[in-house]
Nanobody, 126 residues
Framework: QVQMAESGGASGQAGESLRLPCTAS????????MAWFRQAPGNGREGLSC????????YYVNSVKGRFTISRDNAKNTVYLQMNGLKTEDEAMYFC???????????????????WGQGTQVTVSS
């Protein structure tokens, strides 16, 4: 049974940093592309970043490019999202997701992903 568990969600002030880890089990981690999504109340799910199986290719949506960094440690079955320069609009529930093959042009579509974590809440105050 595949399980993916995010942690690291917290409350912070604008400008601060947070790191979200997501640890997976029950799958061959380094066969999977991993991604981070978020969803704020009243909004749809937004794809933020994607990283291919060996970490050599990463992709970001414009709203987080330059502030967020995705990385992975295949030895630990863990993908990370380093979030710097937090803004109030970053407040949301954050989810990790995994799928076979590579990040592609459709990596921001949640429908492409087979495995999901339960989410971790990030709250940002001004």
């Amino acid at each position: 049974q595949v399980q993916m568990a995010e942690s690291g969600g917290a409350s912070g002030q604008a400008g601060e940093s947070l790191r979200l880890p997501c640890t997976a089990s029950g799958l061959t981690f380094d066969d999977h592309t991993m991604a981070w999504f978020r969803q704020a109340p009243g909004n749809g799910r937004e794809g933020l970043s994607c990283i291919n199986w060996n970490g050599q290719n990463t992709y970001y949506v414009n709203s987080v490019k330059g502030r967020f960094t995705i990385s992975r440690d295949n030895a630990k079955n863990t993908v990370y999202l380093q979030m710097n320069g937090l803004k109030t609009e970053d407040e949301a529930m954050y989810f990790c997701a995994g799928k076979p093959l590579d990040c592609s042009g459709a990596w921001t579509s949640g429908n492409a992903y087979k495995h999901w974590g339960q989410g971790t809440q990030v709250t940002v105050s001004s």
